[in-house]
């Protein structure tokens, strides 16, 4: 059986959708990324250098997001490559976080089961 990217790739894991997630907001280089992600999920996920290329790799692959323009900064002999949400890239974003919400919406009314359940046995 032959799977579209999407498939493949989803549901995404944290480390990816926090990618995208970052990259709804403009294209940035994989620091800017790791800064934002970190910021994102409120230092929660950790993203080390190495994983984030990877990641990076893997979402280029599979057409979610693309190299855009490299930048030298101010006497460095290294580049940073930019990358931006491509329209795959998006559509998987928002399958993505409508998965998040619904399972938001059950876990809430199910909580909610519970505690009403907890306190008719307390009655």
């Given amino acids: 059986m032959n799977l579209t990217p999407s498939e493949e790739a989803t549901p995404l ?65 290294y580049s940073r490559r930019y990358y931006a949400l491509t329209s795959s890239g998006e559509q998987v974003l928002q399958m993505e976080c409508d998965r998040y919400r619904q399972a938001s919406i059950l876990g809430h009314h199910r909580l909610n089961q519970l505690r009403k359940h907890a306190e008719a046995i307390s009655l």
Wanted: some cysteine; charged content about 15%; overall charge negative.
């Fill in 13 to 77: 894991t944290p480390q990816a959708f926090h990618i995208l997630l970052a990259l709804a907001e403009k294209p940035m280089y994989g620091y800017g990324i790791i800064q934002q992600c970190e910021v994102d999920s409120s230092n929660n996920i950790y993203f080390d250098k190495g994983g984030m290329y990877r990641a990076l790799k893997r979402l280029v692959s599979w057409g979610f997001i693309e190299p855009t323009f490299e930048t030298y900064g101010s006497g460095s002999v």
